[in-house]
C-alpha cells in the first residue's frame, strides 16, 4: 500500500497519526509516548528512522506527549508554526534544533509532498490544520477547532479525504461530567467541534467531491463512535451524499486506509 492514513491514536487523552505519500511517511502530532510509537511503526514494519518529519498542530499535552522524549533521542524534523514553536521551547528547550518553525498559513515540501497549512480557531499560542497533497492525492486534516471559519471550510473543499473533529455531542456534554468552566471551554469558539456542526461541514466538503470522510478527537466523556457517526450520516443522507465513513478509534486502527481519489464509495452502517 504506497499511499495511506494510520491513526495512532486519537481523542482527549492522546492525539498522533501517520500519513504515507509520496514515498514519505509523516507524523502528524506527537500524542503517544515514544515506546507506543515505536511499538506500532513495527507492527507497520517501519522505524522512526523512517520518519521524514513530524508535523504538529499546536501544544496541547494531548498532541506533543512524547516529544521532550523524541528529540533526546531522534533527529526527525519538527515543523509547527511559529506560536507553537515558541510555546514548545517555554517547556522543551531540547527542542531547539529539531524545530523547523513556519508562520501559519505557510506552504513548504517534505520531500515531495506539499503541505499547506491554515489557522484553526483553538485556544492554543497558534494552532493550525494541514493539506497535505502528491501523487494525485489531497488529504485535508481539522482537529481542535471551536467553530468552522470560511477559510478552513474553504482550505478542505476539494480534499479527496479529511480527517475532522467530531468532538462532543452537544447533549453529552452539557449533561455531563465536566465542570461548568470547562463545558464552556469545549462548547465556545476556541474550544471543540460537536457532532453536528462536524455534520454541516462533511455534506458540504462531499458536495464538493470529498470521498472519504474519517471522524477523529471523540472526547470520551461527551461522546461516542456511535453518536458521531449517526450525526454525519444523518446530514450525508439527508441530502443523498455518499462517501466512506470512518470513525478514527482511541487507539490504533486495526488497518491503515488506502488513499486515493478514485473510486465510489458509500457510508458505513452505523456503530
Known sequence: MRNFYYSLASGSSG??????????????????????????????????????????????IDHIKGLATFVKHHDTP????????????????DARDRLRPFYSGASFAVGPVT?????TPHDAADSVGYIFEADGVKLGYATDLGFVPNPVREALTGCGTVV?????????????????PLKQRVAGPRGHLS??????LAASLVKNGAQRLIL???SEK?????????????????????????????????????LGNKGAFSCCPSA
Open 15 to 60: 492525539n498522533c497519526s501517520l500519513i504515507a505519500l509520496g514515498g514519505q511517511y509523516i507524523l502528524v502530532d506527537l500524542g503517544v509516548s515514544v515506546r507506543k510509537l515505536k511499538s506500532v511503526l513495527k507492527g507497520l514494519s517501519l522505524t522512526i528512522d523512517d520518519l521524514a518529519a513530524v508535523l504538529l498542530t499546536h501544544e496541547h
Open 78 to 93: 519538527i515543523f509547527a508554526s511559529c506560536g507553537t514553536a515558541e510555546a514548545i521551547l517555554c517547556k522543551y528547550p
Open 115 to 119: 503541505v499547506q497549512s491554515f489557522a
Open 164 to 180: 475532522l473533529e467530531s468532538n462532543h455531542d452537544r447533549y453529552m456534554l452539557e449533561t455531563g461530567p465536566y465542570p461548568y
Open 195 to 200: 457532532n453536528a456542526d462536524c455534520a454541516v
Open 216 to 218: 477523529a478527537h471523540l
Open 222 to 258: 461527551n461522546n461516542t463512535p456511535g453518536a458521531a457517526r449517526l450525526e454525519t450520516e444523518a446530514a450525508l443522507l439527508a441530502e443523498q451524499l455518499h462517501c466512506e465513513l470512518v470513525v478514527a478509534p482511541r487507539d490504533e486502527m486495526t488497518e491503515p486506509i488506502a
